[in-house]
């Protein structure tokens, strides 16, 4: 399904048209590159406007299982972008599915989470229960939110313990907010694999039931994945064998995106969602280095060396094809601060 064009296996990609108009759908993360703490992101409303206008059909693919996909469409119909329920996919759905295909239907599931798991259990013919003594055939954690109370990871810590087969939404440790990272649904899960030593099966990015759940529901063809995060966004992008557009508007810095093994790295970088609107400039070989834009990129013995003037993500791009050749199949060892630095980032 590959779109995107890379001058070699380590280098950024790159496109001469506008990204709307190479790929059918958008398959866009929320959290870091729509929204952060329920404000719309700077320029996320008219880029999306933009690209719906193009053609592009916009899905919303997200891992948090707090909200039904009512709620999520409403979210963004507010903040100024028109969505249906049937263009939000959760990781609330992608566990109900997978439930559904292991435990006979009307079975009873023990909630550790919000109204989105149990509407989407409902969805599967699934009986959402609260208490590890209503005889639950699973148990599925998914995040709660900031009132999630401790007594909720104690019931899921007695069903696992007696052998009930467990389930997690996701495993993101982290998630962003208005004030900043919060902990996730995986820092959640944590407290109960420790108190049981149990593994829970994961449905969210970056793993399969995820990226199968939203190709069943949207019927993509040429999907173009979007998202701030590597471990989650990029690498499902990766699994998927998908391309993929990283923002740099949630948890991912200049630092690790240089540093990212070849599973978390994107096809393409861009400030914020206006990247969906143009093309993406090329990253060429010039001898021992890189170069895009006005910059030149070099991997010297021990650190990244930038060289020009020119827009800030030129010379990122630039870096990224140096850190990545250099680390192969590895994640890049080699010191980029100044460089990065150099570009304000």
Not at 288 to 295: A, K, S, Y
């Amino acid at each position: 399904m590959s779109q995107g064009v890379r001058t070699s296996p380590g280098s950024p990609g790159s496109s001469s048209r506008p990204l709307d108009e190479v790929y059918d759908t958008a398959l866009l993360d929320l959290d870091g590159v729509v929204y952060a703490g329920g404000h719309a992101i700077a320029h996320a409303v008219e880029s999306l406007a933009v690209a719906r206008t193009d053609g592009m059909r916009l899905a919303y693919v997200t891992n948090n299982a707090l909200r039904t996909p009512d709620a999520v469409a409403e979210h963004l119909t507010e903040l100024g972008i028109p969505t249906g329920a049937e263009d939000v996919i959760t990781s609330a759905q992608a566990v109900a599915r997978l439930i559904g295909e292991q435990v006979p239907a009307g079975s009873r599931v023990l909630v550790i989470g919000g109204e989105g798991l149990r509407v989407a259990l409902r969805e599967r013919g699934l009986t959402p229960v609260e208490s590890a003594d209503d005889d639950p055939a699973a148990v599925v954690q998914g995040y709660g939110g900031p009132d999630l109370t401790w007594g909720r990871f104690a019931e899921a810590s007695y069903a696992v313990a007696r052998g009930v087969p467990w389930f997690a939404s996701n495993t993101d440790l982290t998630i962003p907010s208005g004030r900043g990272i919060a902990p996730g649904n995986g820092a959640a899960v944590e407290v109960v694999r420790i108190a049981t030593g149990a593994e829970p099966q994961v449905a969210g990015k970056p793993l399969p039931p995820m990226h199968r759940e939203t190709v069943l529901r949207t019927g993509a063809e040429r999907p173009l994945v979007v998202g701030d995060r590597l471990d989650t966004d990029i690498e499902g992008a990766f699994n998927g064998g998908v391309d993929s557009l990283l923002v740099l508007t949630g948890v991912t810095d200049g630092a690790q995106l240089l540093a990212a093994p070849p599973r978390h790295r994107p096809t393409y970088v861009d400030a914020d969602l206006r990247g969906l609107l143009t093309g993406q400039p090329e990253v060429t070989r010039e001898g021992e280095g890189f170069r895009c834009g006005g910059w030149t990129a070099t991997a010297g013995a021990d650190e990244l060396g930038l060289d020009g003037d020119g827009e800030a993500l030129d010379g990122l791009r630039a870096l990224c094809a140096a850190a990545w050749t250099a680390a192969g199949d590895g994640s890049c060892a080699l010191d980029g601060s100044k460089a990065l630095a150099r570009l304000g980032l």
